[in-house]
């Protein structure tokens, strides 16, 4: 939750940049980034973004996470006030930000084929290889 528009939009911006960080450290899976159209747009949200896992051998992405602007719009909805600078009560700013399995399935596609996977050195501290049979 944020105490202005502004600093929402740089919230916003600063968990799109960790979600790309995360997903391309920790599981190892290139990503494109940006905004969603009108019609992806969740309920209620502002503003969408999105991080998109990239699977080279096929050249497809799969949704790995989003973040939303929510506004002030469940924050009216829900009655989420805050106490300003000025000792006034004002609505608060708010964003949404998720994950979805499909990363999971996307880092065994990208680290894996027929004869195993390899799990990513930040996912799995002592190397581990899935060998299929």
């Given at each position: 939750?944020?105490?202005?528009?502004?600093?929402?939009?740089?919230?916003?911006i600063q968990g799109l940049l960790l979600q790309v960080r995360q997903v391309e450290e920790f599981l190892a899976i290139p990503v494109t980034k940006g905004g969603k159209s009108e019609r992806e747009k969740f309920v209620g949200?502002?503003?969408?973004?999105?991080?998109?896992?990239?699977?080279?051998?096929?050249?497809?992405?799969?949704?790995?996470?989003?973040?939303?602007?929510?506004?002030?719009?469940?924050?009216?909805?829900?009655?989420?006030?805050?106490?300003?600078?000025?000792?006034?009560?004002?609505?608060?700013?708010?964003?949404?930000?998720?994950?979805?399995?499909?990363?999971?399935?996307?880092?065994?596609?990208?680290?894996?084929?027929?004869?195993?996977?390899?799990?990513?050195?930040?996912?799995?501290?002592?190397?581990?290889?899935?060998?299929?049979?």
């Amino acid at each position: 939750m944020c105490s202005s528009k502004w600093l929402i939009k740089h919230n916003r911006i600063q968990g799109l940049l960790l979600q790309v960080r995360q997903v391309e450290e920790f599981l190892a899976i290139p990503v494109t980034k940006g905004g969603k159209s009108e019609r992806e747009k969740f309920v209620g949200g502002l503003y969408p973004t999105s991080v998109e896992a990239f699977i080279p051998n096929t050249g497809r992405g799969v949704q790995g996470a989003t973040s939303h602007c929510l506004g002030q719009n469940f924050a009216k909805m829900f009655d989420i006030k805050f106490k300003n600078e000025k000792g006034e009560t004002d609505m608060v700013w708010q964003n949404s930000w998720a994950y979805n399995t499909r990363t999971i399935r996307v880092m065994v596609m990208v680290n894996g084929d027929n004869k195993g996977l390899v799990l990513p050195p930040k996912v799995a501290s002592i190397q581990v290889i899935v060998v299929s049979l």
